[in-house]
T-cell receptor, first 118, second 110 residues
Framework: GAVVSQHPSRVICKSGTSVKIECRSL??????MFWYRQFPKQSLMLMAT?????????EQGVEKDKFLINHASLTLSTLTVTSAHPEDSSFYIC??????????????FGPGTRLTVL | QKEVEQNSGPLSVPEGAIASLNCTYS??????FFWYRQYSGKSPELIMF????GDKEDGRFTAQLNKASQYVSLLIRDSQPSDSATYLC??????????FGKGTRLSVIA
């Protein structure tokens, strides 16, 4: 299947700093990528849909000014958590669709980024 | 009714047994159905997807789809302790991301 990478895999930062997470599709072009957040023992929560060359679409309740998404190329989307606070500590996962596979609906997930804000 | 529903579990089965995981969905127009596995602390990984009514087999995994009853299930034969994970059922919704169920936690006891 298609490969999606994320960097960094783990980050610890001080409260008030900004953190950038990169999501890359390694062997395919992804016009759309998705960002999820998952708190311990809870289910995946979709945060936003990242569209190449246009503004991201955010889910209800997700602050667009706090979670900045940029999808500047067909293989890279970034999520920046601005002025991070301890309550932003979570597991952030991106996913992408590979239109070249057998199902255009299939989403492939990156390995995730564990953010800890002190 | 939620779009995709799963029993949260935990579902405990002995090693070597068949684990049966079920999922129901609300949209009768859904055409494809996905099963993902998520180990604790890891991201979801695709197991398989199914389009047509009936069974689809891939190794020890079999997906079963019944569109009339709006349910899809995943059978794991010869369950191993390494199969212990949360299993997520997902359904597409137009051009938006997959809609995921909350997942069923499976525990395979050695």
């Amino acid at each position: 299947g298609a490969v999606v990478s994320q960097h960094p895999s783990r980050v610890i930062c001080k409260s008030g700093t900004s953190v950038k997470i990169e999501c890359r599709s390694l062997d395919f072009q992804a016009t759309t990528m998705f960002w999820y957040r998952q708190f311990p023992k809870q289910s995946l929560m979709l945060m936003a849909t990242s569209n190449e060359g246009s503004k991201a679409t955010y889910e209800q309740g997700v602050e667009k000014d706090k979670f900045l998404i940029n999808h500047a190329s067909l293989t890279l989307s970034t999520l920046t958590v601005t002025s991070a606070h301890p309550e932003d500590s979570s597991f952030y996962i991106c996913s992408a669709r590979d239109p070249g596979t057998g199902s255009t609906d299939t989403q492939y997930f990156g390995p995730g980024t564990r953010l800890t804000v002190l | 009714q939620k779009e995709v529903e799963q029993n949260s579990g935990p579902l405990s089965v002995p090693e070597g047994a068949i684990a049966s995981l079920n999922c129901t969905y609300s949209d009768r127009g859904s055409q494809s159905f996905f099963w993902y596995r998520q180990y604790s602390g890891k991201s979801p990984e695709l197991i398989m997807f199914i389009y047509s009514n009936g069974d689809k087999e891939d190794g020890r995994f079999t997906a079963q789809l019944n569109k009339a009853s709006q349910y899809v299930s995943l059978l794991i034969r010869d369950s191993q302790p390494s199969d212990s994970a949360t299993y997520l059922c997902a359904v597409p919704r137009g051009n938006t991301p997959l809609v995921f169920g909350k997942g069923t936690r499976l525990s395979v006891i050695a």
